[in-house]
């Protein structure tokens, strides 16, 4: 018969980082077929509506909403247990209830209360899209900088805060931005970087990963990453925020040299930020994503020079099964592997390595089909095959899916912290014997997913050894610090059958080699 709860938290608050940890968590539990844990936003209410579940009546957006759908009254009770662990103890988390004599002290109401109290500082917003505004406006009148982490926040309400914040002198980061690292300090999906003289602007929350994972290998660090959101650059709003990041860091006595990194800008505003970039007296490189611009792994080595660091051979870690001797990959894959048959399929929780690896695959496959393909005769016919209630295989030769999209995590934690839509789709493309290659981005750091590797990890050993024609390939992005275990999660994934590569940039050429037959890029910095 199965077992359901449904439970309208009165008053109750946790930001929705906390939140989608703590789902991920319970969901993970043998047993449990589906949880939400989130604010009963209209938008919730409608994802519990899909769960088979009604709301308690009279709940409000100010409630706090647990639902579980699970077997049987055990699995019910152990995911209930851990919710409640977690909220007890998670950051962010108001019980409603004022502290009394001798008790905690009485969480804030109100943005505007909480900076009095704790000072002027930077603003993280966390809160369901729509709300964001409000939130962030109120932080910028009390004289804070602000760090928008929700996403499907409306782009004129971006604009109207980047606006109010430009008259302000103030720095918008985001809205959607999911990676900053201030002052030592990350911010959201950060990796453990070690300091240096580079400092980052990033409309890209994991293409500021992958450059700050790659500056700390080669032992440069990174000085500060300002995240400004992915749609920063677009023709709509305009670079506002790149603008003021980029003063920022110029004003800086420890930035030597400035990365300006995002997603495929539009033209007219690129121009505009590179020409305000030449009148800065710190020397700033461009990267952005695009037929003809350089990778984020080029874009690394160019920077790595200016600033006179050796460019050192990229770390990469062959498949075991396949090869038995650990190396950086010295002789081409071709001596090992024949061309494979089939098609490509990247599936990605970063956008901009998912923007990455098709920039690189349609230059050697032809065309990437996409959930967010660079045009619109690209675009995957629905979407409704990528969810897990239809694990049919695509159909396009050649496919790479966004898993971080806002229309696949409305509602839902980001795939950099609950994998299970990557799962459903592993199984369902490694099954079909028309996929060749399958490529995968995992992304380490904190407020990541505690142990992806062990996740993905038999999934990618199921299908490699069922069938000798499908290779599994991995970006890694990640340092010796961050929390997972770098090492740890190498090996995980190398002894499952992946081969894994520090590079995007590398991995997803040599995951087209594989398929053409050619000899895959080898490691850079090696002939240099």
Not at 189 to 210: D, Y
Not at 228 to 246: E, K, N, P, Y
Request: net charge negative.
């Amino acid at each position: 018969m199965g077992a359901e709860h449904v439970q309208a938290r009165i008053g109750a608050y946790a930001d929705s980082v906390t939140l989608m940890q703590v789902s991920a968590r319970a969901q993970a539990i043998a047993g449990v077929r589906g949880v939400l844990v989130a604010m009963a936003t209209e938008l919730n209410l409608g994802l519990l509506d899909g769960l088979g579940l009604r709301a308690p009546a009279g709940i409000s957006p100010h409630d706090l909403l647990v639902a579980i759908k699970a077997d049987d009254a055990a699995a019910l009770h152990a995911a209930l247990a851990v919710i409640d662990e977690a909220l007890a103890h998670g950051p962010g988390v108001a019980s409603g209830q004022p502290g009394g004599p001798g008790g905690p002290e009485a969480a804030p109401l109100t943005t505007r209360s909480a900076v009095a109290r704790a000072g002027r500082g930077i603003a993280l917003i966390s809160v369901p899209g729509q709300y964001a505004l409000a939130e962030a406006m109120d932080a910028l009148e009390a004289g804070c900088d602000v760090m928008v982490f929700s996403d499907n926040v409306p782009v004129e309400h971006e604009v109207a805060l980047k606006e109010v914040a430009a008259r302000q002198g103030r720095l918008v980061m985001g809205p959607d931005c999911g990676t900053a690292i201030v002052a030592g300090l990350g911010l959201g999906f950060a990796n453990a970087v070690r300091p240096g003289p580079i400092g980052l602007v990033a409309a890209s929350g994991t293409g500021a990963q992958q450059v700050s994972c790659l500056l700390d290998v080669a032992g440069a660090g990174c000085g500060a990453v300002l995240g400004v959101g992915g749609r920063d650059l677009s023709a709509v709003v305009g670079g506002r925020s790149a603008r003021t990041a980029l003063a920022l860091l110029d004003e800086d006595p420890g930035t030597e040299l400035i990365m300006l990194l995002s997603k495929p800008p539009d033209p007219q505003v690129a121009a505009g930020l590179r020409r305000f970039a030449d009148m800065l007296a710190t020397p700033v490189q461009f990267a952005l994503i695009g037929p003809g611009q350089p990778d984020l792994t080029t874009a690394t080595e160019t920077a790595l020079a200016a600033i006179g660091v050796p460019v050192p051979a990229w770390p990469a870690w062959p498949a075991w099964p396949t090869w038995p001797v650990r190396s950086a990959f010295p002789t081409p894959a071709s001596q090992a592997r024949h061309a494979l048959a089939g098609g490509l399929r990247g599936l990605f929780a970063g956008g901009t390595l998912c923007d990455e690896a098709m920039v690189i695959a349609t230059g050697l496959l032809g065309e990437i089909y996409s959930n967010r393909p660079f045009a619109p005769e690209l675009r995957l016919d629905a979407l409704d095959p990528l969810l897990p209630v239809d694990h049919r295989p695509l159909t396009a030769r050649h496919a790479m899916i966004d898993f971080g999209a806002d229309e696949l995590t409305s509602g839902r934690p980001h795939p950099m912290i609950d994998q299970r839509l990557r799962l459903d789709r592993l199984d369902a493309e490694a099954a079909d014997p028309a996929t060749a290659v399958i490529m995968l981005d995992v992304v380490l750091g904190y407020g990541a997913h505690p142990d992806p590797a062990a996740e993905l990890a038999p999934a990618i050993q199921a299908a490699v050894a069922a069938r000798d024609s499908l290779a599994v390939v991995v970006a890694l992005i990640g340092t010796a610090g961050d929390p997972q275990g770098l090492t740890a999660q190498v090996t995980t994934l190398a002894e499952a059958g992946a081969d894994v590569f520090a590079s995007n940039a590398q991995a997803a050429r040599f995951a087209c080699g594989l398929i053409t037959g050619t000899e895959p890029a080898r490691a850079h910095g090696a002939a240099k």
